[in-house]
Nanobody
Framework: QVQLVESGGGLVRAGDSLRLSCAAS????????MGWFRQASGNDREFVAG????????AYADSVKGRFTISRDYAKNTVYLQMNSLKPDDTAVYHC??????????????????WGQGTQVTVSS
């Protein structure tokens, strides 16, 4: 059974940094796209960043470009999201997800097949 477990969330101040981790188990996801999404209270789930398998090509939402970096450790079956210069607007529950149907990063949540439960990130002003 596939499991994705996120960690690393917390309460920080504007300008601080956090690193989120997402550990995958149940199968090897080396060739699959892994992504991060976030959902703020009352809002739809939105794409944050994604990384493809193999080549490790990355994609980011415009709102986080230059501040967030996604990476993956193939040996550990883990994907990371380094978040710098955090803003109050970054407050949300962050979820990782896996897309087994594409070689390229897709930004629509419906494209992703497996999801973690999420980790809360709260940024105070």
């Amino acid at each position: 059974q596939v499991q994705l477990v996120e960690s690393g969330g917390g309460l920080v101040r504007a300008g601080d940094s956090l690193r989120l981790s997402c550990a995958a188990s149940g199968r090897t996801f080396r060739t699959y796209v892994m992504g991060w999404f976030r959902q703020a209270s009352g809002n739809d789930r939105e794409f944050v960043a994604g990384i493809s398998g193999g080549s490790g090509n990355t994609a980011y939402a415009d709102s986080v470009k230059g501040r967030f970096t996604i990476s993956r450790d193939y040996a550990k079956n883990t994907v990371y999201l380094q978040m710098n210069s955090l803003k109050p607007d970054d407050t949300a529950v962050y979820h990782c997800a896996i897309d087994v149907g594409s070689l390229f990063v897709r930004s629509g949540p419906s494209a992703y097949d497996y999801w973690g439960q999420g980790t809360q990130v709260t940024v105070s002003s």
